[in-house]
T-cell receptor, first 119, second 111 residues
Framework: GAVVSQHPSWVICKSGTSVKIECRSLDFQATTMFWYRQFPKQSLMLMATSNEGSKATYEQGVEKDKFLINHASLTLSTLTVTSAHPEDSSFYIC???????????????FGAGSRLTVL | DAKTTQPTSMDCAEGRAANLPCNHSTISGNEYVYWYRQIHSQGPQYIIHGLKNNETNEMASLIITEDRKSSTLILPHATLRDTAVYYCIVRTNTNAGKSTFGDGTTLTVKP
């Protein structure tokens, strides 16, 4: 099946620095990828939709200048947390539509997630 | 997306069937029922989906009531590795990424 890879799987950074998380579709092309955030003991929250070759679409309440998304190729989307603060510490997960799913289905395949800790 | 309601938590004995319910009384005719699960500290994993007919794959079975207002995910022989949070999502087949994840059901499989 389709595989989405995220890197790094975990990262620790100092407050005020920026952190980049990569999301790659390994065996398929993804014109659209999705970024989620998950705080401890909470559910996933969609942050933004990453579109290859165009600007990302952000969900209400998500600061686009703080969470920079770049989707420069059909297999790579990046999320950069700029000027990170402790409250940005979270589990960030990306996903893409599985092209091998049954026709008519919109099945998502997810990366393993990236755990960010801001000190 | 239609709103879903799931029990917060459930326990199941290893080797027994785990039946996870989901209520989606406001589901519309073109909305599918999707199930995902998330094992601790991992990304979610797709399990199964259906529109109105019951479905079965190598992981689970999905039973959808005739009025489509509720469904049940069945893990026929639960193992300890099935301990996870199970999410029921109801949505159309457009714009898949904007799936709304509720709180899900935490299934604990016990020896």
């Amino acid at each position: 099946g389709a595989v989405v890879s995220q890197h790094p799987s975990w990262v620790i950074c100092k407050s005020g620095t920026s952190v980049k998380i990569e999301c790659r579709s390994l065996d398929f092309q993804a014109t659209t990828m999705f970024w989620y955030r998950q705080f401890p003991k909470q559910s996933l929250m969609l942050m933004a939709t990453s579109n290859e070759g165009s600007k990302a679409t952000y969900e209400q309440g998500v600061e686009k200048d703080k969470f920079l998304i770049n989707h420069a190729s059909l297999t790579l989307s990046t999320l950069t947390v700029t000027s990170a603060h402790p409250e940005d510490s979270s589990f960030y997960i990306c996903s893409a539509r599985d092209p091998g799913a049954n026709s008519g289905a919109n099945v998502l395949t997810f990366g393993a997630g990236s755990r960010l800790t801001v000190l | 997306d239609a709103k879903t309601t799931q029990p917060t938590s459930m326990d199941c004995a290893e080797g027994r069937a785990a039946n996870l319910p989901c209520n989606h009384s406001t589901i519309s005719g073109n909305e599918y029922v999707y199930w995902y699960r998330q094992i601790h500290s991992q990304g979610p994993q797709y399990i199964i989906h259906g529109l109105k007919n019951n479905e079965t794959n190598e992981m689970a079975s999905l039973i959808i009531t005739e009025d489509r207002k509720s469904s049940t995910l069945i893990l026929p022989h639960a193992t300890l590795r099935d301990t996870a949070v199970y999410y029921c999502i109801v949505r159309t087949n457009t714009n898949a990424g904007k799936s709304t994840f509720g709180d899900g059901t935490t299934l604990t499989v016990k020896p």
